[in-house]
């Protein structure tokens, strides 16, 4: 997809401090983080937000889960908790349209909203 920053990403066009990669998944490091461990989780297929998910790629959303656990193990934060955030949409304050999990860890998280 042009002009999306994530799909450049994928494409190694734009440089990230990689997590995790393998063929349908990667996960990098946030470039502002707002927590001391701050990791995206993308699809490589372009899907524009969690609204714009088909049937058909339903099943890498699970996927996902599965590989936020295996990084939560692997960077040492499993056993203290983390916070996962999809962000959808105008309202939802979504700001790169290209389906993204933020993995939030490292610290307390203070403001709970639900
Ligand atoms: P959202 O507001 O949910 O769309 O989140 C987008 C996130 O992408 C923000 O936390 C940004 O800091 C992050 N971000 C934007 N550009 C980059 C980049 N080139 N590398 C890593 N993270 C990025
Ligand atoms: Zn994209």
Redesign the pocket.
């Known amino acids: 997809m042009e002009d999306c ?2 799909c450049k ?1 994928i494409e190694g066009q ?1 440089p ?2 990689k997590v995790y990669e393998d063929e349908e998944i990667l996960a ?7 927590t001391p461990i ?1 990791i ?1 989780v993308i699809p490589k297929k372009h899907i524009t937000s969690l609204a714009h998910l088909s049937k058909e790629d339903e099943p890498i959303v699970g996927k996902i889960y599965g590989v936020i656990n295996k990084i939560a193990q692997e960077q040492g934060f499993k056993q203290d908790g983390y916070r996962v ?3 959808c949409g105008k309202n ?6 290209h389906l ?1 999990f ?1 993995i939030l860890a490292g610290k307390q998280l203070g403001e709970k909203i639900v």
């Open positions: 920053i994530f990403i734009i990230c401090n990098f490091h946030d470039i502002n983080p707002a701050h995206l955030i999809v962000n939802g304050g979504q700001e790169v349209m993204h933020h």
